[in-house]
């Protein structure tokens, strides 16, 4: 069964940065829309950026101008810089990947990773 690993989860103090990856052995990540979620215990999962098969990205309001989605093909890897880090940004980072659509709807996506934890500290 194909599956997604995150790495990169850590804790920091806000204003910090953090890159997280997502490798996808036996999935061609090129091909895919891949994306990010977060979870926090108790509340819904939400959407953080996604970047389609054509290296378009989006990404959700509250991420805009201090994240960036990356998809690294010869490494096969999915990459999230995140900057400036916000106590509000803790949480369990997923990758996700989906052939079509590319929306930062988590029930379009059928392949998940099992999650890498961020907490910020203020």
């Known amino acids: 069964q194909v599956q997604l690993v995150e790495s990169g989860g850590d804790s920091v103090q806000a204003g910090g940065s953090l890159r997280l990856s997502c490798a996808g052995p036996g999935l061609n990540i090129g091909g895919y829309c891949m994306a990010w979620f977060r979870q926090v215990p108790g509340r819904e999962r939400e959407g953080v950026a996604y970047?389609?098969?054509?290296?378009?990205?989006t990404y959700a309001d509250p991420v805009k101008g201090r994240f960036t989605i990356s998809k690294d093909n010869a490494k096969n890897t999915l990459n999230l810089q995140m900057n400036s880090l916000k106590s509000e940004d803790t949480a369990m980072y997923y990758c996700?990947?989906?052939?079509?659509?590319?929306?930062?709807?988590?029930?379009?996506?059928?392949?998940w990773g099992r999650g890498t934890q961020v907490t910020v500290s203020s």
């Open positions: 970047i389609s098969n054509d290296g378009s990205t």
């Open positions: 996700a990947a989906n052939r079509w659509p590319c929306r930062l709807v988590g029930s379009f996506y059928n392949v």
